[in-house]
């Protein structure tokens, strides 16, 4: 049966509890364990796929459908680990699934109650798969104290009291502030933080104290006093110059060992830590560097983009460059604003939602198209070059998106891209209206692509004739339009099992010109970069003349 490691916040949010929960995952996995990691969201949405970028940031998915938290790509990213749809939950999640079951009868005629329906349910999502790997981690949003996080906490409370003895640790992490004033770090809040905790019968194993100035042993030693843990389980957090230097800073502050030591698992195997001492090396020995432009419609919320900027810096460590993006906001693009793109080695289009900025997008793939800029496009940011091309050079001047049609409510587009009706999942057809609710009725998750032998996104993938990724839209290029489009010079070069649904396109007389449907920068890891974004930056390095 697995460790659970219960990770927790105080003080303030945005810490970075994935980051550490991360880290700590890729630690053990270097001493040979093998880890899954979770997130408990209190948040009454269902599942953050409804919610704003900015409201949210990025919303990863997973191979099996699964819309959650940006922090499952922090885990994937440091442990390799596929995340799977039982590796994220929230309060609405939650408290659907208890009122679901009181619909059906499955309570008996009892009253239903935080206690212990609700507590139940959510020590039943904790104990899934528990009998597949050494250790689970459980990172729970927010911080102690919040209203809504508190039958998550109760539900810990519960789970590690029912489990054998040192079978559960808890993992808190806390804030150190600076009084410039005194020139001092404060470790009142930290202990306010950790009493809230106890209040509810919780009591950390080790504090992870994050601090911009070193922290000197006698306020560890005055945190570990108060606080009741042992001394060397206070870890310090600084800052670092990127979050791929998290698992060796970490290391290095002896987060492993202390997690380890309140196991009780000693000795320990020595941990193996060559891969990311190579992924600190490709990041601070680069040989050169790239400008890359990110023209999306989120660009005030870097977060919105989180695993695009994550991939570009996967794909500068694949080519030893560093790659430096720049975040455009289309709407700055429309009318005659592409000269904004003037000097950057490549362009990149996101995936969106609504007609705000497109025609920004739109320019950018003519810009790239024209002056052979690399592009890649991602989901909405493959539309808009389709829409362009349409155009531009299929004599198709209204082309446009059904997508804009139904927001404005009257017919102004010709739909070269439409909304999907009908797919194929598995061994079976799903089928959607326009008039469906929002919430998880997207082409979400993993598909395959069938790949034009000899074409560039094959050429990309080693010679690959099928490829994987994951899905999150509603809106399809229309396959009606491919002929007139090919003969127009852009290439459908990937499509679906079954030849209905366009996957990738590309112009073969472009150096480099790829749109895909999917979203590749998911499953980009530094170890393993996305080769797409490997070639994108390879291409920018040529459009630099740095190769």
């Avoid at 949003?141 to 810990?156: K, M, N, R, W």
């Avoid at 891969?275 to 890359?292: I, P, T, Y």
Wanted: net charge negative; with cysteine; hydrophobic share 40%.
């Amino acid at each position: 049966m697995a460790r659970y490691i219960f990770i927790t916040g105080g003080v303030v949010s945005s810490l970075g509890k994935g980051l550490a929960s991360a880290a700590l995952g890729a630690l053990l996995q270097a001493r040979g364990f093998t880890v899954r990691l979770r997130k408990l969201d209190p948040y009454l949405n269902v599942d953050p796929g409804t919610m704003s970028p900015f409201e949210h940031g990025e919303v990863f998915v997973t191979d099996d459908g699964a819309e959650t938290d940006l922090d499952l790509g922090h885990y994937e990213r440091f442990t390799g680990v596929s995340a799977r749809r039982t590796d994220s939950v929230s309060s609405g999640r939650i408290y659907s699934n208890v009122l679901e079951k009181e619909r059906r009868g499955e309570y008996l005629g009892k009253t239903i109650q935080v206690i212990p329906h609700v507590t139940n349910e959510i020590k039943d999502f904790l104990s899934i798969g528990a009998d597949e790997v050494d250790f689970m981690l459980c990172e729970i949003g927010g911080t102690v104290g919040d209203i809504e996080g508190l039958p998550f906490f109760e539900a810990i409370r519960q789970f590690i009291h029912e489990r054998p003895r040192g079978e559960c640790i808890l993992m808190h992490l806390t804030l150190l502030p600076y009084l410039a004033a005194s020139g001092e770090l404060k470790t009142k809040p930290t202990q306010h933080s950790v009493k809230e905790l106890q209040s509810i019968g919780l009591a950390p194993d080790v504090l992870v104290c994050r601090s911009e100035h070193p922290i000197p042993e006698k306020e560890r030693a005055k945190i570990a006093l108060f606080c009741n843990v042992r001394p060397d389980a206070v870890i310090p957090a600084y800052d670092l110059k990127s979050i791929y230097e998290a698992p060796l800073a970490y290391h290095r502050a002896g987060l492993d060992r202390a997690v380890l030591d309140a196991f009780q698992i000693s000795p320990a195997p020595r941990p193996d830590l060559a891969r990311w001492e190579d992924v600190m090396d490709r990041l601070e020995n680069a040989e050169g560097e790239v400008k890359v432009a990110v023209v999306g419609k989120y660009t005030q919320l870097e977060d919105a983009y989180k695993s695009i900027a994550e991939a570009l810096t996967h794909g500068g460590m694949a080519n030893r460059v560093r790659v430096r993006a720049d975040w455009v906001d289309s709407e700055k693009l429309e009318g005659e604003g592409a000269h904004l793109l003037d000097g950057y080695h490549g362009i990149i289009v996101p995936g969106g939602f609504g007609e705000r900025g497109t025609e920004g997008m739109v320019a950018a793939a003519k810009y790239a198209r024209e002056k052979n800029v690399p592009y890649l496009g991602i989901c909405l940011g493959m539309q808009m070059a389709v829409i362009e091309a349409a155009r531009n050079l299929a004599d198709m001047p209204d082309a446009g998106s059904e997508e804009f049609d139904h927001e404005a409510g009257k017919t102004r587009f010709t739909p070269v891209v439409y909304h999907l009706k009908e797919w194929v999942q598995g061994n079976y057809t799903v089928q959607r209206k326009v008039s469906d609710d929002k919430g998880g009725t997207m082409r979400l998750g993993a598909y395959t692509a069938v790949l034009q032998p000899g074409s560039k996104i094959s050429e990309i993938y080693g010679g690959a004739l099928e490829i994987e990724d994951r899905h999150r839209h509603r809106y399809e290029v229309d396959a009606t339009y491919r002929e007139a489009l090919e003969q127009a010079g852009l290439s459908f070069s990937g499509m679906s099992p079954d030849g209905k649904l366009p996957e990738v396109i590309e112009y073969p007389d472009h150096p480099w010109f790829i749109g895909v449907q999917s979203h590749p920068e998911l499953k980009s890891k530094p170890f393993d970069p996305a080769p797409l974004f490997a070639g994108f930056v390879r291409a920018a390095m040529l459009e630099g003349r740095l190769v």
